[in-house]
Structures are given as C-alpha cells and as structure tokens.
C-alpha cells in the first residue's frame, strides 16, 4: 500500500555532507483515513545489524540515536509525504546503506513499511 524511495546516497569525503530523501507514495494514501505516523532512517553496515539514525514523528518531535545527535538532522514535509537527513561531519563509520522506514494508521491497523536503502560512502 505504501512504496518509499530513497535519494540523495553516494560518496562523501570524510568531514562531508550528505541530504537522504524518501518519499511515500502509493494506494493506501486513497484510503479514508489512512495516514503516516512516524518515519524514520536506519542504516546497516557491512557485517552489522540494521541500526536506528533517527525517527520524526507526524507532529515533527524527532529523536536520535546517541552517536548521531549533532551532526544529523531530521526534518519531514508533510504534504509531501517526504522525511529527510541531513548528515554532516561525516566519518568512515557511517558508511552504510541507510533505509528509510515509515509507519501508517488506517481503521486501527498499524503497518510498517522500508525502502530499498540508498548507499552512503565515507572514503577519502
């Protein structure tokens, strides 16, 4: 019911920026009553398990995870149905390929929903 497409990954040179976009789309946006609750990043690296980066709720409260706090932002459009990160003073250890993950309520059901991942590359 819900597609996310995530943009804006590659490679960044150590001490760099980098701005991920996802936007949702797809039927359950017909749906009477059908919204997005909270949306998120996650990301994994090689040999690692998939980790929370951060989360947004639909009223814009965000919350991070420890390591992050500081160097990336977190920011959603609404009416565009689209969460973004920013992510600056960028190091090796971010490389990963980071997901994007959305939450939405319809009549009562809460549905979970991922992205294909977009890769981001810390190398000099």
């Known amino acids: 019911q819900v597609q996310l497409v995530e943009s804006g990954g590659g490679l960044v040179q150590p001490g760099g920026s980098l701005r991920l976009s996802c ?3 797809g039927s359950g ?3 009477y009553g059908f919204s997005l609750d909270a949306m998120g990043w996650y990301r994994q690296a090689p040999g690692k398990q998939r980790e929370l980066v951060a989360t947004i709720t639909s009223s814009g409260s965000a919350n991070y995870e420890d ?3 500081g160097r990336f932002t977190i920011s959603r459009d609404n009416a ?3 969460v973004y990160l920013q992510m600056n003073s960028l190091t090796p250890e971010d490389t990963a390929v980071y997901y994007c993950n959305a939450r ?3 009549v009562g059901v809460r549905s979970n929903y991922w992205g294909q991942g977009t890769q981001v590359t810390v190398s000099s």
Request: proline letters at 0%; hydrophobic letters at 40%.
């Open 29 to 31: 946006f017909s749906l």
């Open 104 to 106: 939405s309520v319809w």
């Open 23 to 25: 936007t949702a789309s």
């Open 67 to 69: 390591s992050m706090k």
């Open 80 to 82: 565009k149905n689209t």
